[in-house]
């Protein structure tokens, strides 16, 4: 068997991905990677076996918030979240207080606030682009007696 010397602790990046629970499964750290969403050490990077070593800065862009990590080793397995996290050192900075509505909750209207006006609607109606074309008779022949 060929080991690794223990001195060369480098591990493929998207295995590091899975192993830390920033991620569901490897392919979808694939997919972050191939999309330009992970930077090491202020490079991006889009290769998923780009080698991660201990002491490497790593940063996620997510969908809701961006991940700052520091590796601090290299993982055996998918292990449960308290194991996960001694992989790395978190340096994302906190939230903001005031958190962004997402665009479903924008849509909603405030209980016992009336019906909308026609601009309020048409806003309404630019986020549901697709929703008024909605064809019930199709495939009914209604002339078939």
Do not use: C
Not at 17 to 42: D, E, I, Y
Not at 57 to 65: G, M, N, Q, S
Not at 87 to 104: A, N, S, V
């Amino acid at each position: 068997m060929s080991e690794k010397p223990s001195g060369d602790l480098r591990q493929r990046i998207d295995k590091w991905l899975f192993f830390t629970r920033m991620v569901k499964s490897r392919s979808l750290a694939q997919g972050l990677l191939n999309s330009g969403h992970v930077k090491v050490n202020g490079t991006s990077i889009r290769q998923p076996s780009f080698q991660v070593k201990v002491g490497d800065r790593v940063e996620i862009a997510l969908d809701r918030r961006d991940l700052i990590l520091i590796v601090k080793s290299g993982g055996e397995r998918r292990g449960p979240y308290e194991e996960a996290k001694e992989l790395y050192e978190d340096l994302t900075p906190p939230r903001e207080k005031t958190e962004r509505l997402t665009m479903l909750e924008q849509a909603q209207r405030i209980k016992g606030s009336g019906r909308p006006t026609k601009k309020e609607r048409r806003e309404t109606d630019r986020l549901f682009p697709n929703a008024g074309d909605v064809d019930f008779g199709s495939g009914i022949n209604w002339d078939d007696d």
